[in-house]
Structures are given as structure tokens and as C-alpha cells.
């Protein structure tokens, strides 16, 4: 390894045990004995639906369960998932005999759970150790809050350190050089400062944690306006925050988004359009329009993101210039 990528590991280590780091600590095991469900809809994609599986297997505590949803996926992931089912009792396996689409597929996977918490995780996410606690602390330590998302490279303004993207596709952000999920996941830890997180009026819905009182008084997603997972967490949001519960991004926890396209680009852009004047016919510009305007201006992320950006830069310089190891 470079000698600079060196230092910077080392510096990511420092900032993980440094003064922020205990209270953190405390607040996360509060949250170690919480029962929770975490759902993965699956349509075929089994390379990136194992690397997947695998990292959310490796995160579960004993009063977690992971729920996979196959919707109809084609032999090689059928198998594989029913492999992994038999080997490992944690999962809990369903397959749709015919593909139902995202949103129902979700729906299904909300019915299915009995947890007070659920996660819907998208199957080509990548999630590092605590997640699921960090979720928790999020949305049960901010005060009426009942969604929660982390941050990402891959989820519109979640992303780090660049959240603007083109009309076709939202920004995609590669990892740095030399650092892996868990390592930016600490450094996120890094960066959010206290107990403060940013209260939004939309959380993206590639890792989007639900309280089951959310659920209960709003109803599950709009299968008929929202069928193909475009709009509907959009949607599912905008209804919550009419409800009265709060939204809140967990700015201490980093979710890897590969950001998989499920379809064409000419059939994707249909589909989000698509979503979006149904969006806006149900909830009005002024509301959709001021959600994406208070996102791109909350004072908490744009200071991550600037962060960020050093952090990427600085990752950068060390891999360019460290040459090997001596």
C-alpha cells in the first residue's frame, strides 16, 4: 500500500476512537437488543444480490432477520437464494411465481415482517458493521422522527461527496482509492457531529428504515400509482411527513449503493417521469418542489459533502503520489 494511503488509513482509525467516539459507542449498544427486519427484494442480478446478502449477513444481531423477497428472479438467483435459505436460518425466503414488480414485491416484504423496526435494502447495497444500530440510534433518538436513511454514494442528496447527477441518472459516486465501505463508514461517524442529524422532507428509498407506527397509520406504498419502485418511497414520505412523523438522515452510517440499472436507460427515464407527474399531482409542485430545495440547501449535509470532498481529494493525492511500499 502507497505510504500516504498508509497515513490515511491510519488518521481514519484515529478519528474512529477519538472524542466523539464513546458517547457514539454507548448510544449505538442502547440499540444492540432492538428486533428488527430487514428486507431485500430480488429480480435476478446474483452476483451483486450475494456480495449483498453477504454483507447484511455478516451485520446481524441476534434479535435481527433478514427477508428476501425473489420476485420471479430466473434460475441462477432462484437457486442460489434457495442455497443460501437452507444454509443459513436467519433468512427468511419468499418467491413470487410471476414478477409482481418492486413496489408490490416491498409491500409483501412489509406484510411479511413483524419487527417494530424494518429496513428495505436495496439487493445491490453493500452495508457495513452497525448499520442497523446506527439506523435505530438515528430514528429512535430524534424526537418524532419514523423514517431514517444513511448516507451513500449512490442516493441523490444522501450522496457523498457529490449529489447532483444528470436528468437520466442520479450521481454515482465511486468509492476513494484504497477505502472500503466499513472505512467510510467511520469516517461518517467522523463527521457527524453530537446527536444532530438532519431532519428532511424526503429520505431515499434504496436503505429506507420504517418505524411500524409509520406503516400502521399511513398505510403501505401506493402499488397502483407507483408500481415499478420509481416514486413510491418519494410518495410513501411525503404522506408520513402529512402525518405528522419526522424524517431524518443518519449521517454517521454509509451504505454502498453498485446502482444497478434494473432497465434500459430510454425505459428508466420513462419510468421516472412517469413517477414524477404522479408525484406532483398527488402532493402539488410547491411541495415537491420545496422538498427538493430544502435537501439541496440542510446545512448539516451540505457540510458533510464539503467534507467529503477534501476527504476524496486528499485519497486521491495519496494514491497518485505514494508509489509502493518500501
Same mark, same amino acid.
Given at each position: 500500500?502507497?505510504?500516504?494511503?498508509? *497515513?490515511?488509513?491510519?488518521?481514519?482509525?484515529?478519528?474512529?476512537?477519538?472524542?466523539?467516539?464513546?458517547?457514539?459507542? %454507548?448510544?449505538?449498544?442502547?440499540? *444492540?437488543?432492538?428486533?428488527?427486519?430487514?428486507?431485500?427484494?430480488?429480480?435476478?442480478?446474483?452476483?451483486?444480490?450475494?456480495?449483498?446478502?453477504?454483507?447484511?449477513?455478516?451485520?446481524?444481531?441476534?434479535?435481527?432477520?433478514?427477508?428476501?423477497?425473489?420476485?420471479?428472479?430466473?434460475?441462477?438467483?432462484?437457486?442460489?437464494?434457495?442455497?443460501?435459505?437452507?444454509?443459513?436460518?436467519?433468512?427468511?425466503?419468499?418467491?413470487?411465481?410471476?414478477?409482481?414488480?418492486?413496489?408490490?414485491?416491498?409491500?409483501?416484504?412489509? %406484510?411479511?415482517?413483524?419487527?417494530?423496526?424494518?429496513?428495505?435494502?436495496?439487493?445491490?447495497?453493500?452495508?457495513?458493521?452497525?448499520?442497523?444500530?446506527?439506523?435505530?440510534?438515528?430514528?429512535?433518538?430524534?424526537?418524532?422522527?419514523?423514517?431514517?436513511?444513511?448516507?451513500?454514494?449512490?442516493?441523490?442528496?444522501?450522496?457523498?461527496?457529490?449529489?447532483?447527477?444528470?436528468?437520466?441518472?442520479?450521481?454515482?459516486?465511486?468509492?476513494?482509492?484504497?477505502?472500503?465501505?466499513?472505512?467510510?463508514?467511520?469516517?461518517?461517524?467522523?463527521?457527524?457531529?453530537?446527536?444532530?442529524?438532519?431532519?428532511?422532507?424526503?429520505?431515499?428509498?434504496?436503505?429506507?428504515?420504517?418505524? *411500524?407506527?409509520?406503516?400502521?397509520?399511513?398505510?403501505?406504498?401506493?402499488?397502483?400509482?407507483?408500481?415499478?419502485?420509481?416514486?413510491?418511497?418519494?410518495?410513501?414520505?411525503?404522506?408520513?411527513?402529512?402525518?405528522?412523523?419526522?424524517?431524518?438522515?443518519?449521517?454517521?452510517?454509509?451504505?454502498?449503493?453498485?446502482?444497478?440499472?434494473?432497465?434500459?436507460?430510454?425505459?428508466?427515464?420513462?419510468?421516472?417521469?412517469?413517477?414524477?407527474?404522479?408525484?406532483?399531482?398527488?402532493?402539488?409542485?410547491?411541495?415537491?418542489?420545496?422538498?427538493?430545495?430544502?435537501?439541496?440547501?440542510?446545512?448539516?449535509?451540505?457540510?458533510?459533502?464539503?467534507?467529503?470532498?477534501?476527504?476524496?481529494?486528499?485519497?486521491?493525492?495519496?494514491?497518485?503520489?505514494?508509489?509502493?511500499?518500501?
Amino acid at each position: 500500500m502507497p505510504r500516504l494511503l498508509a *497515513r490515511l488509513h491510519q488518521r481514519l482509525h484515529r478519528l474512529a476512537g477519538g472524542s466523539g467516539a464513546a458517547p457514539l459507542r %454507548r448510544r449505538i449498544d442502547r440499540q *444492540r437488543g432492538r428486533g428488527v427486519d430487514v428486507v431485500v427484494c430480488v429480480h435476478n442480478a446474483r452476483d451483486d444480490v450475494a456480495a449483498c446478502l453477504a454483507s447484511v449477513l455478516a451485520t446481524l444481531g441476534p434479535r435481527h432477520r433478514l427477508i428476501v423477497i425473489d420476485d420471479a428472479s430466473e434460475p441462477a438467483t432462484a437457486e442460489f437464494l434457495a442455497g443460501l435459505a437452507r444454509r443459513d436460518g436467519r433468512l427468511g425466503l419468499h418467491r413470487n411465481a410471476a414478477r409482481t414488480g418492486y413496489t408490490r414485491a416491498a409491500n409483501l416484504g412489509l %406484510r411479511l415482517s413483524g419487527a417494530d423496526f424494518v429496513v428495505l435494502l436495496n439487493s445491490d447495497t453493500i452495508v457495513a458493521p452497525g448499520w442497523i444500530e446506527k439506523l435505530c440510534d438515528a430514528v429512535y433518538g430524534t424526537a418524532g422522527a419514523g423514517i431514517v436513511g444513511p448516507l451513500s454514494n449512490a442516493a441523490s442528496f444522501q450522496s457523498i461527496p457529490d449529489p447532483l447527477g444528470t436528468a437520466a441518472q442520479t450521481a454515482v459516486n465511486a468509492l476513494p482509492p484504497g477505502i472500503s465501505v466499513a472505512a467510510m463508514d467511520r469516517q461518517c461517524e467522523a463527521w457527524t457531529h453530537g446527536a444532530a442529524l438532519p431532519r428532511v422532507p424526503l429520505v431515499h428509498g434504496f436503505c429506507l428504515g420504517l418505524r *411500524r407506527d409509520v406503516i400502521d397509520a399511513i398505510g403501505p406504498f401506493d402499488e397502483v400509482l407507483f408500481p415499478d419502485g420509481y416514486g413510491e418511497e418519494d410518495d410513501f414520505c411525503l404522506r408520513a411527513g402529512a402525518a405528522g412523523f419526522g424524517l431524518v438522515v443518519a449521517t454517521h452510517t454509509y451504505v454502498f449503493h453498485a446502482k444497478t440499472r434494473s432497465y434500459g436507460l430510454a425505459r428508466r427515464q420513462a419510468l421516472v417521469e412517469a413517477a414524477a407527474r404522479a408525484l406532483r399531482a398527488r402532493h402539488g409542485d410547491a411541495r415537491v418542489d420545496g422538498a427538493i430545495a430544502a435537501l439541496a440547501a440542510d446545512p448539516i449535509l451540505a457540510r458533510i459533502r464539503r467534507e467529503a470532498a477534501l476527504f476524496y481529494a486528499a485519497a486521491e493525492r495519496a494514491d497518485q503520489a505514494g508509489g509502493p511500499a518500501t
